[in-house]
T-cell receptor, first 114, second 112 residues
């Protein structure tokens, strides 16, 4: 079984729609992250959470919001999707007790906004 | 200027050749250096991690860090078709703050 799961894996939506991407983990890690990946730009951090009550903005948080419902769940919302949010989205986790250098990534969600 | 620069490639090599990948960075506060490998349609996975300047070996992989030049490298010896992937460097500060900054990734294709 996958340790970090993301749903949905693919989503096509229209401009202006609200979209939620979900992430669950069974690794018992305290820290969770949302990234987007665009060709040639690597991974850009959207939001990160060090525990359930600690949510922080990353480099590109505008147009996104998150919710950490439990230690194992971290969801990303696009309140009103726009075409330049078309990208590959990854959730990741890390364990603060192990120094955070290794982040474990989910399989990604491919989002297309028309 | 991006904090971490990485040539996007693609880098195409014959099987058995040495693959040489590198990144440059601008902020001397970065002290932890990682290489992630990402296969097509998959999430990245950690390949190697190093802290100090110098070389670190793990099987066919060698990571090299030159903090004075702000330059990191990854070498893959005896490359295999299964090494075909995108390789991303990632770095983070040594002090408080655990966010990784990723390079754009280099796509590598090892031809049989």
């Amino acid at each position: 079984d996958a340790d970090v799961t993301q749903t949905p894996r693919n989503r096509i939506t229209k401009t202006g729609k609200r979209i939620m991407l979900e992430c669950s983990q069974t690794k018992g890690h305290d820290r969770m992250y949302w990234y987007r990946q665009d060709p040639g730009l690597g991974l850009q951090l959207i939001y990160y959470s060090f525990d359930v009550k600690d949510i922080n903005k990353g480099e590109i948080s505008d147009g996104y919001s998150v919710s950490r419902q439990a230690q194992a769940k971290f969801s990303l919302s696009l309140e009103s999707a726009i075409p330049n949010q078309t990208a590959l989205y990854f959730c990741a986790t890390s364990d603060s007790r192990r120094g955070d250098n290794e982040q474990f990534f989910g399989p990604g969600t491919r989002l297309t906004v028309l | 200027q991006k904090e971490v620069e990485q040539d996007p490639g693609p880098l195409s090599v014959p099987e058995g050749a040495i693959v040489s990948l590198n990144c440059t960075y601008s902020n001397s506060a970065f002290q932890y250096f990682m290489w992630y490998r990402q296969y097509s349609r998959k999430g990245p996975e950690l390949l190697m991690y190093t802290y100090s300047s110098g070389n670190k070996e793990d099987g066919r992989f060698t990571a090299q860090v030159d903090k004075s030049s702000k330059y990191i490298s990854l070498f893959i010896r005896d490359s295999q078709p299964s090494d075909s992937a995108t390789y991303l460097c990632a770095i983070r500060p040594g002090a408080a703050g655990n966010k990784l900054t990723f390079g754009g990734g280099t796509r590598v294709l090892v031809k049989p």
